[in-house]
């Protein structure tokens, strides 16, 4: 484009001063013509560009209606609820805004750039008019009239590639601009370490506050706990207690407001962040799985894992996804949804859990995170799932979250957490016997467990 700009430009002054020096006043006249044109077309292109931007928002609305439209997660609700008709009425209506807009400042630009570019049109015809003037009084000759319109032909015509050109140069600048500004962007959690870091071996939360941004709400309020090395410690507590951010802090996704976070007796900032999450594997709450195939599900998190394929069978296989991998018709390399591959394998929620799980485990690591990784299973699927951890985290630095009290037999402390605060810290045996907050919550879970189980009893009877 640059280049194409400078041979415009090169061939528009060579035209200007043949032009001139034939005929000053007529050079002057139609390069000053242009630049009325050349002003509105990069007001105009501004204008549209900063609209585009203001439409973002916009697209994005009918980008994500368009996802769930088609989306088999959402194809029940929809055809339920029969919500299919409105949210087609509500991609309309947000196509007809933005359409109107731009189609409106389109028009708008069309009129006044279409007036404008008529004035070189009007010199070049009094160009014509008065050399033919000039010729019919004597003074000039046909051949003047051929040479001063085809030089006014050719200045128009360099202009306008010169002005064609500019005006994509300034586009693609706009453009460029904010993508500068992007990448200007300043991360808040700064990665200013350079501690070496061999492996994780303990864990300490020492006076932890935090609030997520622009809420002010503290969800983390002075917290402290320790995890010694190979120890396995739970963090329980009702939801929105501040269990899952625990784990984002300790990961590095936000900074602290206040206190330190140590791995090792090690603040967690002397460390650079993939050094830090290199040796953590993590099952989040809200994990997702992938339209990929199974092996490529897990491959993901580390790459370059080792004898790949033997290391996801054993994965899938501590996760509980052995059916799922006897039915899968193209083994590791069956692909979950039908997105990419008709035969693909659709599942259950359950089912994808376990697929996040096995991810986990695949992923080598030296402590070990999960964050309620039993919430979408049933009851003996969750105890396959602990039985199974048993024997993986043998020896290892583990932190698990959960709001069910049943399956904190595999940690080795409690730490219990609410309204970001540290209750009680113990073993279970402990803190049943202390009759606090835990022994109340086990009780209540116990007692609606036993009644659930009372209801199933007599309608089998």
């Given at each position: 484009m640059i280049l194409s700009a400078v041979s415009a430009g090169i061939s528009a002054f060579l035209a200007c001063v043949v032009v001139c020096r034939a005929n000053l006043l007529y050079g002057v006249l139609m390069i000053v013509a242009a630049i009325p044109s050349s002003i509105a077309g990069a007001r105009y292109m501004k204008l549209l560009y900063h609209l585009s931007l203001e439409q973002i928002n916009g697209e994005r609305q009918k980008g994500y209606l368009q996802a769930i439209a088609t989306s088999r997660s959402y194809a029940q609700s929809i055809r339920f609820f029969h919500a299919g008709t409105r949210l087609k009425e509500k991609y309309q209506r947000l196509w007809k805004t933005m359409f109107e807009a731009r189609r409106d400042m389109n028009r708008r630009r069309s009129i006044l750039t279409s007036l404008l570019e008529f004035l070189p049109e009007a010199v070049a015809a009094w160009v014509g008019v008065d050399i033919s003037m000039q010729i019919l009084a004597g003074s000039a000759t046909?051949?003047?009239?051929?040479?001063?319109?085809?030089?006014?032909?050719?200045?128009?015509?360099?202009?306008?590639?010169?002005?064609?050109?500019?005006?994509?140069?300034?586009?693609?600048?706009?453009?460029?601009?904010n993508l500068k500004s992007i990448r200007q962007f300043q991360n808040h959690v700064l990665d200013t370490g350079t501690r070496p870091l061999s492996a994780v071996r303990s864990i300490e939360f020492d006076e932890v506050c935090f609030s997520y941004p622009k809420t002010g709400r503290k969800v983390l309020d002075h917290v402290s706990f320790a995890i010694r090395p190979g120890e396995k410690v739970a963090v329980v507590g009702l939801n929105g207690s501040g269990k899952s951010t625990l784990i984002k802090l300790l990961l590095r996704f936000y900074e602290l407001d206040s206190g330190v976070i140590r791995v090792n007796g090690v603040d967690i900032r002397e460390y650079p962040i993939l050094e830090l999450r290199k040796h953590f594997s993590a099952y989040f709450q809200d994990e997702q799985s992938y339209s990929f195939t199974l092996l490529e599900n897990l491959t993901i998190a580390d790459p370059d894992h080792p004898d790949c394929v033997a290391a996801a069978k054993q994965a899938f296989s501590a996760s509980g996804c052995d059916d799922l991998l006897q039915r899968a018709p193209k083994g590791l390399d069956t692909y979950l949804t039908r997105i990419f591959d008709e035969n693909g394998m659709e599942l259950s929620g359950g089912q994808y859990q376990k697929i996040a799980l096995a991810r986990a485990f695949f992923r080598r690591h030296t402590a070990l995170i999960l964050d309620e990784p039993s919430s979408n299973l049933d009851p003996e699927a969750e105890h396959r799932l602990f039985e199974e951890l048993r024997k993986l985290t043998a020896g290892k630095t583990v932190l698990f979250t959960s709001h069910r009290l049943s399956n904190v037999s595999l940690a080795d402390r409690i730490v219990v957490l609410e309204h970001g605060v540290v209750l009680e810290d113990g073993t279970r045996e402990a803190l049943l016997q202390q009759r606090g907050r835990f022994a109340e919550l086990f009780q209540y879970q116990k007692e609606h467990f036993e009644t659930q189980a009372g209801k199933g009893e007599e309608a089998l009877s």
């Open positions: 046909v051949g003047d009239y051929s040479l001063y319109t085809g030089l006014a032909a050719q200045l128009w015509s360099s202009v306008s590639l010169l002005l064609s050109a500019v005006m994509q140069i300034y586009d693609n600048q706009l453009k460029i601009t």
